[in-house]
């Protein structure tokens, strides 16, 4: 009898491989993902599509019309790593999935694997980005040969929406702070808009402390000290910036995690590249995708089958015997795959 059958609970997927090394990484999620359902009584169904330069060679679309009327049916996806071309050609695949499905949160958690030696142990904060507008809406235009003009796109809309998502998931989960990244001082209308919009939302969440920041100061005082720092609220550009920066602090892109998140659909990726001078080589490291996986178990209510991932995964990096080499380990990507999938068969993550 399968897992499917005897699961109480199936869930419809679609899952983006990715190219480069996406389909090693995300066969490793989805091999641990289906051992934990398993366990705890949750099955899926991955509907798998290609997107990117894969897709491309395949069906002469970076992003095939049957991935986006999977999308739309399932209302939820995995993606790994894709290749887009920098400089003319397509745009943006994240963008593209982003603007289609009205995703217009992004929500990026910053947190330490126990284990690691970082500079900055125990760092816990969240990057709530705005994911629609600002310079990303792909507004540009020649004004004359030599000008090039691209439009900072603005919307009270836009901003109070992230607003509300940001605020609510402070009184949600019990975040004590945020602050409003801008550069008001310069922009003073379409980051003045953003602020005000931030500062109207704060009114109906008094418990939540609030604070804003000019984003070139926000660089220095993260490097400085990112304790000061709970929740990070920002446009889309300034955004983009601080998660980079941010993932740093706990070892880089390839642990950091990524939703994108409408009211319809949520589409949960790893933020780092493709990678593909290492593709093939069971070299790349699967954390990324495999805690955005958490997120996605959590937002659909699995919170048992995330909580034993999350264990499995954070007893493997803190035993520190089978990591792969950009977190200074010498095992591959299978040999990690199967340190979690051992990891979640111990008492420690049965008993979660």
């Known amino acids: 009898m399968t897992v499917a059958q005897t699961a109480k609970r199936t869930h419809k997927i679609t899952l983006i491989p990715g190219d480069g090394i996406g389909p090693e990484v995300s066969g490793a999620v989805v091999e641990i993902l289906e051992a934990a359902g398993a366990a705890t009584g949750v099955a899926f169904d991955w509907h798998r599509y290609a997107a990117g330069a894969e897709a491309f060679e395949q069906t002469g679309y970076y992003i095939p019309q049957d991935l986006y009327d999977s999308i739309e049916e399932n209302r939820l996806a995995l993606k790994g790593p894709v290749t887009t071309p920098i400089g003319g050609g397509f745009a943006s695949i994240n963008v593209t999935l982003r603007k289609k499905f009205e995703l217009f949160a992004n929500f990026r958690p910053i947190k330490n694997l126990p284990g ?42 836009g901003s109070t929406r992230i607003a509300k998502f940001a605020f609510e998931y402070a009184r949600k989960h019990n975040r004590k702070k945020i602050h409003a990244i801008h550069k008001a001082n310069i922009m003073k209308l ?26 070139d100061n926000t660089c220095m005082q993260l490097v400085m000290n990112p304790f000061q720092y709970d929740i990070l609220l920002t446009e889309n550009l300034y955004g983009d910036i601080l998660s980079d920066l941010c993932s740093a602090f706990v070892g880089g892109l390839g642990l950091v995690p990524g939703a994108n998140l409408g009211t319809e659909c949520a589409i949960f990726e790893a933020v780092h590249g493709s990678a593909p001078d290492i593709a093939g080589k069971d070299m790349a490291n699967p954390t990324a995708l495999l805690q955005s996986a958490v997120l996605m178990l959590h937002h659909i209510n699995e919170t048992e089958t995330a909580e034993r991932v999350q264990t499995g995964l954070e007893q493997v990096y803190r035993e520190g015997k089978t990591l792969t080499k950009d977190v200074g380990g010498t095992s591959g990507t299978k ?6 999938l051992a990891a979640m068969e111990s008492p420690v993550a049965v008993a979660v």
């Open 190 to 215: 379409s980051d003045g808009l953003f602020l005000n919009c931030c500062r109207k939302v704060h009114e109906g969440f008094p418990e939540v402390e609030y604070h804003e920041h000019i984003v």
């Open 116 to 157: 690691l030696k970082t500079r900055y142990p125990d760092l816990d904060l969240i990057i709530v980005r705005e994911n629609m507008e600002d310079l990303y809406a792909g507004l540009e235009h020649e004004v004359v040969p030599g000008v090039v003009q691209a439009l900072k796109i603005i919307t009270e809309k």
């Open 335 to 340: 040999a990690f795959a199967q340190a979690v």
